[in-house]
């Protein structure tokens, strides 16, 4: 399981730059004025993770497996998207099919780069789509209250559930909250979600500065940074003129060039890092002579449905899964070291599979 993340912002943040260097692709068209994307753009890449490599090596595995990320370029937002400017209504329709929303904010000063406003503000850009999402929420759920109406009243209790999960959400967003600042009961979790608001995904702040600033960020990055920790989302920084020279370059090249830089690992790196603690996500481990593979599932996820995530029937026919924690794994040079040593478990269908565990899954076919 990967998840996929959309790139968003007002026009002319770099977020076609962004996607390119990110996906190393040039599918995206880059230019200097607004709404040079016109469909949305997918690229997956591999998320990198040191400990897969190291397992592959110590199993001698034949084929190194990782997980996917899934990036969407989405078309440039204009201030009144919600009532169709711009490309607004395409950008809300897009918006709506991803896990989280990667909102790219203009960082630097460039006089060659207009800016849609006039003026360098990552701040209001921020709040410009924001407004937007929470407009268009609010008319979603207007509409939505209206349509089920007669079902309330004949007393149908999944429509029951829903005005008042729709009554909740928009409450929060009369009172200037998105729908993510809404605390749901785990019981309705499942049907938040459904409801599929724009305002309720998780979002994190992509602070796109300068080369100058991409190691310490800068004035406006910070300014993002107390605004992210004030609505409790997430940010991070990074520079996509330098992302999009590392993705040029071969792997040992790019190394070099990061640490002139002053940079310890790239920009992609730091974000999938802060995408996984945003969506709370966490990876498990398969490994064997034949391949080396990294699997996503949520944390808290147990063992039977992460044995799906691989195939169905796992999860339908599971038996017990046969664990070994990642430091073990390695510490002690491999499966069979591991369970003389008596650091395999085995694990039934209660168990919570653990960041980093080496899974084994036995199933009923």
């Known amino acids: 399981m990967g998840f996929k993340v959309g790139i968003v912002g007002l026009p002319n943040v770099g977020k076609s730059t962004l996607f390119n260097a990110l996906t190393r692709t040039a599918a995206a068209q880059a230019a200097n004025f607004p709404f040079c994307t016109i469909e949305p753009n997918v690229g997956e890449v591999a998320v990198p993770d040191a400990r897969l490599d190291k ?25 009144g998207a919600s009532k169709g400017e711009g490309l607004g209504n395409q950008f809300l329709a ?55 109406s007669r079902k309330v009243r004949g007393g149908d209790k999944e429509a029951v559930a829903q005005e008042r999960l729709l009554k909740l959400a928009l409450g929060a967003l009369e009172d200037g909250r998105p729908a993510r600042s809404v605390a749901v009961d785990a019981e309705d979790a499942r049907a938040w979600r459904m409801l599929q608001l724009l305002t309720a995904k998780p979002v994190l702040y992509v602070c796109n500065v300068d080369e100058g600033a991409a190691a310490t960020g800068n004035a ?14 997430a940010s991070v920084v990074i520079s996509a003129a330098i992302e999009e020279e590392i993705s040029q370059l071969p792997d040992d090249e790019a190394q070099v060039f990061l640490e002139e830089m002053g940079l310890h690992e790239a920009g992609l790196d730091r974000l999938i890092n802060a995408g996984y603690r945003l969506l709370k996500l966490e990876t498990y481990f398969t490994v064997g ?9 949520p944390i808290g996820t147990l063992a039977p449905q992460a044995a799906g995530v691989i195939h169905g029937d796992f999860e339908r026919g599971f038996i017990r899964a046969e ?18 040593a008596g650091k395999m478990r085995v694990e039934g269908k209660t168990y919570r599979v653990q960041d980093g565990d080496v899974l084994h899954f036995l199933f009923n076919a």
């Open 323 to 340: 664990t070994i924690s990642y430091g073990d794994f390695v510490g002690l040079g491999g499966e069979q070291a591991a369970k003389e």
């Open 220 to 233: 406006f990055s910070e300014r993002v940074r107390d605004m992210a920790e004030k609505d409790g989302a």
């Open 289 to 297: 002579p034949k391949e080396a593979r990294a699997w996503t599932i």
């Open 94 to 148: 897009n918006i709506r099919e991803v896990d989280a929303i990667a909102h790219v904010l203009r960082c630097f000063e460039d006089d060659d780069v207009t800016h849609v406003a006039g003026a360098v503000d990552p701040v209001a850009d921020a709040e410009t789509i924001e407004t937007e999402l929470m407009i268009a929420d609010m008319e979603s759920i207007e509409r939505r209250l209206q349509n089920i």
């Open 55 to 79: 397992l592959a090596q110590i199993a001698g595995s034949r084929q190194i497996i990782p997980t996917r990320m899934t990036f969407v370029d989405i078309a440039g937002l204009v201030k």
